[in-house]
């Protein structure tokens, strides 16, 4: 689990880089799909990773106003923000919490069960998404997509074998 939320990270870090060639107006551009602008979807990646998250550990999700971040330099000082507790709470994931039930008040009344195991796995898997989305206005814009490629991040690092032996 914590493998793939670093991935993530990294990731996200990677297209804070490439959106600094980037103009601001570009980033805001309404786009095809997603949720709509680069930016707002940088934004929204990270809105719903601390908002799963707070709901997890029972805490209150205050909503942020996309509004208040219309620039790279917003969007970074809020994913700061949050990355902190995002992080303690990942890195003290363990297996014990993996089943443990997740109570989700449905929109029609009804509460939906799911697994925790489940949900954040699904935190990881919404960002994936929309890093294909990112990847393909990237390629609109003719800029060269971030790599998705999980080899080469440097996240988990091999044992080193001694030759001698």
Same mark, same amino acid.
């Given at each position: 689990?914590?493998?793939?939320?670093?991935?993530?990270?990294?990731?996200? @870090?990677?297209? &804070?880089?490439?959106?600094?060639?980037?103009?601001?107006?570009?980033?805001?551009? @309404?786009?095809? !799909? !997603? /949720?709509?602008?680069?930016?707002?979807?940088?934004? %929204?990646?990270?809105?719903?990773?601390?908002?799963?998250?707070?709901?997890?550990?029972?805490?209150?999700?205050?909503? =942020?106003?996309?509004?208040?971040?219309?620039?790279?330099?917003?969007?970074?000082?809020?994913?700061?923000? &949050?990355?902190?507790?995002? =992080?303690?709470?990942?890195?003290?994931?363990?297996?014990?919490?993996?089943?443990?039930?997740? &109570?989700?008040?449905?929109?029609?009344?009804? /509460?939906?069960?799911?697994?925790? !195991?489940?949900?954040?796995?699904?935190?990881?898997? %919404?960002?994936?998404?929309?890093?294909?989305?990112?990847? /393909?206005?990237?390629?609109?814009?003719?800029?060269?997509?971030?790599?998705?490629?999980?080899?080469?991040? !440097?996240?988990?690092?091999?044992?080193?074998?001694? @030759?001698?032996?």
């Amino acid at each position: 689990m914590l493998t793939f939320f670093h991935y993530n990270w990294v990731v996200r @870090e990677q297209w &804070y880089q490439w959106c600094e060639e980037i103009t601001n107006d570009e980033l805001l551009r @309404e786009r095809t !799909g !997603g /949720v709509g602008s680069i930016l707002q979807t940088l934004f %929204h990646i990270i809105d719903v990773e601390w908002s799963w998250i707070r709901m997890l550990e029972g805490k209150p999700d205050t909503p =942020e106003n996309f509004e208040d971040y219309k620039n790279l330099d917003k969007i970074r000082q809020l994913d700061e923000k &949050y990355r902190t507790d995002i =992080e303690g709470f990942v890195e003290a994931w363990d297996d014990s919490m993996e089943k443990r039930p997740f &109570y989700d008040p449905q929109p029609d009344g009804s /509460v939906a069960m799911d697994a925790w !195991g489940e949900v954040m796995r699904h935190v990881i898997a %919404h960002q994936i998404h929309h890093m294909g989305q990112l990847s /393909v206005w990237a390629r609109e814009i003719g800029k060269k997509p971030v790599s998705p490629n999980v080899i080469g991040k !440097g996240l988990i690092h091999p044992e080193t074998v001694d @030759e001698d032996q």
